[in-house]
C-alpha cells in the first residue's frame, strides 16, 4: 500500500505510473478475495473468477506498462521508428562484426611469408 500511496503523492508519468497501480493492486485484491474465500467457501468460486480476470488485467496492463514506458510520450509511430533505428544500427554493428571476423580469419600475407621464411612483401 506504500507503493501505491506513494505513486500518488508523485504523480509526475500518468501513462506510467497508473499501470504500476493497477499491478500493485494485484496483492491486496488477491488476499481479500482468498480471504473471503475461506471465510465463505460457498462463494469461492465468486471469489475465484473475481481473482483470475483481475490477473488476466494485471498481466495485459503490464505488458501496456512496458509499451509506455518504451514509447515515453513520443506515440506509437514514434516508438516504432526508435525501434527501426534501432534494428538498423544493431545490423550496421552485426555488419561491420562480421567484417572484422572474416578478416582476421584469413591469414595475413606478413605471416605466410614470415612462416614461410621468405621475404616481407612490399
Not at 503490464?62 to 516508438?79: K, N, Q, T, V, W
Amino acid at each position: 500500500m506504500w507503493h501505491l500511496t506513494s505513486h500518488l503523492r508523485h504523480y509526475y508519468k500518468p501513462d506510467v505510473q497508473r499501470r504500476i497501480m493497477a499491478v500493485l493492486w494485484m496483492v491486496p485484491i488477491y488476499s481479500i478475495t482468498s480471504w473471503l474465500s475461506m471465510v465463505f467457501p460457498k462463494f469461492e468460486p465468486f471469489f475465484g473468477a473475481f481473482r483470475d480476470c483481475y490477473e488476466a488485467y494485471a498481466i495485459y496492463t503490464f505488458i501496456a506498462m512496458l509499451i509506455a514506458i518504451i514509447e515515453d510520450g513520443r506515440g506509437l509511430s514514434g516508438m516504432i521508428s526508435l525501434l527501426a533505428e534501432r534494428v538498423v544500427e544493431e545490423r550496421d554493428a552485426v555488419i561491420e562484426y562480421e567484417r572484422l571476423v572474416a578478416e582476421r580469419a584469413q591469414p595475413s600475407r606478413f605471416f605466410l611469408f614470415n612462416l614461410l621464411g621468405s621475404r616481407e612483401p612490399a
